[in-house]
C-alpha cells in the first residue's frame, strides 16, 4: 500500500561499494576486517522490503586481487542474493586484476577489460571497466567507448544504468583523489549524450557524494570496508574505520531515488514497532493524515499509547 502520491518504484537496487575483502583473516591497515562491513550490509539489504532485483558492486572487490578474497566475496554475496532472486552484477576496480577477477568470478581465463551487460526486468546495468593495469587511475579505450556506443545504439525498455569504478565528477572535498580520477571524461560524455542512461553509478572516494555527468544522474556509493573523512583535521587523506555505507537505489518511470544506508545499526531514540503499519494502512487517507500529520495529535501529545513506541 502506498501512503503518499507516487506509486512503488519499478526497480529496487542495491549499490554496494568497494569491499576490498583480503584473505581469510587479514585485515587492512591492522585494524578493518573487511568481511564484517560487507556481512552487516548484506544482513541490512536482506530485511528490506521490497527486496532488491539487482546488487551493484562498483569495483575494489578484492583489495589484493587474491583468488581466495575473489571465491569468499562470491560465498557471502551469491547465497544471499539467490535467496532474494536477485542478480549480482560486479564491476572492476583499481584494486582488482583483470585476470584474477575474470577467474574468480565468471571462471573465465581472460585479461582482457571486463565490460558485461545484464538485463533486470527490462532494466539494462552496463558494467563498464574503467581500471588500468599497474595504476590507480581510470581510463577507455576507443574500443570499450565503440562497444558501450553499441550497447546504447538500441534503447532498452526501461532504460539504462552504468555502472562504473571511477566517477566521473569533480572531487572537491579530496583533492588527492584528482590524481587517480578517469581520464579523458569528455570521450565518455560524447558517448553517452543522448542515449537511455538514466544514472551512472561509481565508487572509488570510499565516501558517498552525488553529481551530474553529460546530463545524467551520477551516485557514488561509499566503501563497506574502511571510508574516507571528507573533512579530516590537517591530513591530506584520512581512511577511517566508520560512517561505512551503501545505497538504495528506486527507479520510478520518470525519476531516480538514491537513499543513503549505513551499514552498522545505531542507538534507537524515537520510533514504531513495525506492527504499527498494518493499524496505519487499515485507516482511510484522512485518518492517516490527521494522525500522523497535525502537530496535536494524540501520537505527538502522548495521549495514544502505542506498544513499543519509543
Not at 114 to 139: A, C, K, M, W
Request: glycine content about 6%; charged content about 20%.
Amino acid at each position: 500500500m502506498q501512503f503518499g502520491q507516487y506509486p512503488a518504484a519499478r526497480h529496487t537496487i542495491a549499490h554496494l561499494s568497494d569491499p576490498h575483502l583480503l584473505a581469510a583473516g587479514a585485515r587492512q591497515y591492522d585494524v578493518v576486517d573487511p568481511d564484517i562491513g560487507l556481512a552487516l550490509a548484506l544482513a541490512r539489504i536482506a530485511r528490506l522490503d521490497p527486496l532488491p532485483q539487482a546488487l551493484v558492486f562498483t569495483g575494489d572487490l578484492a583489495d589484493k586481487a587474491e583468488p581466495e578474497a575473489y571465491a569468499r566475496l562470491r560465498s557471502l554475496v551469491e547465497p544471499i542474493a539467490a535467496e532474494m532472486g536477485a542478480e549480482v552484477v560486479w564491476v572492476m576496480g583499481n584494486h582488482d586484476e583483470r585476470a584474477a577477477y575474470a577467474q574468480g568470478l565468471f571462471g573465465t581465463d581472460s585479461d582482457a577489460t571486463q565490460d558485461r551487460v545484464h538485463e533486470v526486468d527490462g532494466l539494462r546495468i552496463v558494467s563498464l571497466d574503467t581500471s588500468v593495469p599497474g595504476y590507480h587511475h581510470g581510463e577507455l579505450s576507443d574500443a570499450q567507448l565503440a562497444w558501450l556506443a553499441d550497447v546504447l545504439a538500441t534503447p532498452a525498455e526501461h532504460g539504462t544504468l552504468l555502472a562504473l569504478h571511477h566517477p566521473p565528477i569533480p572531487i572537491p572535498m579530496m583533492p588527492a583523489a584528482e590524481v587517480i580520477e578517469l581520464l579523458e571524461q569528455d570521450r565518455l560524455a560524447a558517448v553517452l549524450e543522448g542515449s537511455d542512461v538514466r544514472c551512472i553509478m561509481g565508487g572509488h572516494f570510499h565516501y558517498s557524494t552525488y553529481s551530474t555527468f553529460a546530463g545524467i544522474p551520477v551516485s557514488v556509493a561509499s566503501a563497506t570496508c574502511y571510508t574516507s573523512d571528507p573533512a579530516p583535521l590537517e591530513r591530506f587523506v584520512s581512511g577511517v574505520d566508520g560512517h561505512q555505507a551503501m545505497t538504495m537505489v528506486h527507479l520510478y518511470d520518470d525519476r531516480v531515488v538514491h537513499t543513503i544506508v549505513p551499514v552498522d545499526e545505531a542507538p534507537e531514540v524515537s520510533g514504531f514497532p513495525s506492527d504499527v503499519r498494518a493499524q496505519v494502512e487499515a485507516m482511510s487517507p484522512e485518518e492517516r493524515r490527521e494522525l500522523l500529520s497535525r502537530k496535536d495529535s494524540p501520537l505527538y501529545t502522548g495521549e495514544l499509547d502505542l506498544p513499543g513506541h519509543v
